[in-house]
């Protein structure tokens, strides 16, 4: 195994079969069924300071999954049950009891914990509804629209009353998609100038930007906002792979004139509004008001192509492994 440069390759992980350990008092052997593969994943391959630890090289990657529980040291789970944890990307798992959430698989199938029920959902719920702080009747854009996080972002702007949401994605089919979940208008940001797309599909500019993607979509939303606009500064995916310094956005300074905020922020801030946020969102699903997607790689080998596959935006909606 070894750091990338630039865009990870193959060759840079490596699938390695080991003795799976036993269960001790407190602990639940769980085999993996549903692997989650997320974004901030390629900034722990770097070894820099940041919110999170870099994985360590030599040791397995970790991430969210579900899977079941097949053999229990713990009173607090049995065998058969369905949990929610962090030992991802290995096909068994050996977890402590308080590392372990317990899922209902009646509300929703489990894959959907690592979706839009899960963390992804849970940063679109708080992106838009705290650091945005939208109201209703406002125009929001989301970028990056068409993923796991994104299609929630718009989706939930649109169930608390925006006036108008706008997407911008990365292929005809996903604005298809985008339409076909209720954004209001949507773009392919490859086709045109972004600046002229953003101002066909928000003709009277924006009030609040669900930033996933950084740099020129960044720059294009600061010119849209309006005066007093919101920027949730989710993710800035452009860059992850990037080896040089971004030249967007240039036009930071406008921010004042428009006294915007830009405000970054974790899903891991928001911990308190996860049962809340469980409870609007799952109504919604029931009732058929929010849609989600999934695209599954197959299999552990797959794991690190599939991560490559959703930063290069081959995934609609969630991007998981099913092994
Ligand atoms: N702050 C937090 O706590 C938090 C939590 C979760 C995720 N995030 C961030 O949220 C964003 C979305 O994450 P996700 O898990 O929902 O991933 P996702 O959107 O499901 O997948 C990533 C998508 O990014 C798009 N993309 C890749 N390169 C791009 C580029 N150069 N320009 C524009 N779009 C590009 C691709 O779609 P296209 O085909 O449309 O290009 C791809 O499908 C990421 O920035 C991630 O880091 C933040």
Redesign the pocket.
């Known amino acids: 195994m070894s750091r990338p440069l630039g865009w990870p390759s193959d060759s840079d992980f490596s699938v390695v079969d080991v003795v799976v350990a036993e269960p001790q008092a407190g602990e639940l052997l769980v085999r993996n069924e549903v692997l989650s593969v ?3 994943m390629r900034g722990r391959m770097n070894e820099i300071p940041s919110y999170v630890a870099p994985f360590d090289i030599g040791q397995p990657l970790e991430g969210g999954a579900v899977g079941t529980v097949i053999e229990s040291g713990s009173a607090l789970f049995a065998a058969g049950d369905v949990v929610l944890h962090q030992s991802g990307w290995r096909e068994y798992a050996v977890i402590a009891e308080d590392a372990a959430t317990r899922l209902d698989p009646d509300l929703a199938p489990p894959s959907a914990y690592l979706g839009v029920l899960g ?2 959902g849970l ?1 679109a719920y708080a992106g838009i509804l705290e650091v945005a702080a939208m109201r209703p009747g406002e125009v929001v854009f989301v ?2 629209a ?5 299609s929630a972002a718009g989706q939930f702007a649109r169930l608390k009353g925006a006036g108008r949401v706008v997407g911008s ?3 005809p089919e ?1 604005v298809e998609y985008l339409r076909s979940i209720g954004f209001d208008a949507a773009f392919d ?1 490859h086709e045109g100038a972004l600046r002229r797309s953003l101002r066909t599909a928000a003709p009277d500019g924006i009030d609040v930007y669900f930033d ?2 950084g740099g020129r ?1 960044l720059e294009t939303a600061i010119g849209a906002m309006h005066p007093h606009g919101r920027i949730a500064l ?5 860059m992850y792979n990037a080896q040089e310094t971004p030249a967007a956005p240039r036009n930071l300074a406008l921010s004042t004139g428009k006294r915007l905020t830009l405000r970054g ?3 891991g801030d928001f911990a308190h509004l996860r049962n809340q946020f469980l409870e609007e969102a799952a109504t919604w699903l029931r009732d058929g008001q929010l849609q989600y997607r999934e695209t599954f790689a197959e299999g552990l080998r797959a794991a690190p192509s599939a991560l490559l596959d ?4 081959r ?1 609609l ?3 998981l492994v099913r092994l």
């Open positions: 997320d974004p901030y963390m992804p940063t970028s990056a068409a993923g796991a996080v994104g994605a990365g292929s996903k940001y996933n993607v979509h989710c993710g800035a995916i452009s922020f974790l899903a959703m930063m290069r935006g995934n909606g969630k991007m």
